[in-house]
């Protein structure tokens, strides 16, 4: 059973919104004042202005939920909103003009079971966005998006094809030393048990 919480821009929509919620099946409609123990939030407005963000943001800081997910149904939302509204929990976002309620449910459910439901040109925004990050601030510090430091990374794939840390410091003209270093420094900073758990981190996170 999936628990919602509608928040709309005004009464009328949000009564009408949790009406229909209700004749979902899986779906248990929670009061408006109860948001901070819901699964998901969906929030409806015209259009996405300052006032919807620090709503957006009280959302996030109340929630007892760790994994709430917000679905956001707009007119239109900008870039800088956007980027914001993630860092909230925004995992859903649909256009109001193209929503029905059986998407609406569709992308609750989705964003429920931990996953995102955002439009084709709403993601390459977000990939055009981790890439600049990428290019413009991360490489030049040596890092990656995983957290990773180039070199580790470099380190990490080696370990991933079954090398030692003799054949390891040979491939990337290091010394053993050093090859141990790295290894150490980067599983005490992210909390690694071992060289395995350290390659399956890199990998879950699409760093390898």
């Known amino acids: 059973m999936i628990s919602i919480a509608v928040l709309a821009g005004d009464p009328l929509t949000g009564e009408g919104a949790v009406s ?28 996405v202005t300052e006032e919807t963000m620090l709503l957006m943001e009280s959302v996030s800081a109340r929630s007892a939920r760790p994994g709430m997910g917000i679905v956001l149904v707009t007119g239109h939302l900008g870039e800088a909103h956007l ?7 925004l995992r859903g976002l649909m256009w109001r003009q193209d929503s029905t309620f059986d998407r609406i449910v569709e992308a609750v459910r989705g964003v429920a079971d931990g996953g995102a439901a955002l439009p084709p040109a709403v993601q390459g925004r977000l990939v055009d966005h981790l890439r600049a990050i990428q290019r413009d601030v991360l490489a030049p510090l040596g890092l990656t998006t ?13 370990l991933a094809d079954g090398l030692d840390t003799t054949e390891i410091a040979q491939k990337l003209n290091y010394s053993e030393r050093t090859i ?29």
């Open 83 to 89: 980027l914001r509204a993630m860092r909230y929990g």
């Open 146 to 158: 995983s957290g990773l430091e180039t070199r580790e990374v470099d380190v990490l794939r080696l």
């Open 20 to 47: 229909c919620l209700r004749r979902y099946p899986g779906l248990h409609v929670l009061p408006q004042d109860e948001h901070p123990h819901a699964d998901v939030v969906l929030m409806i407005t015209p259009d």
């Open 180 to 208: 141990k270093n790295i290894v150490s420094v980067m599983m005490n900073r992210l909390g690694l048990r071992n060289r395995t758990h350290a390659v399956a981190f890199a990998l879950r996170t699409g760093t390898l």
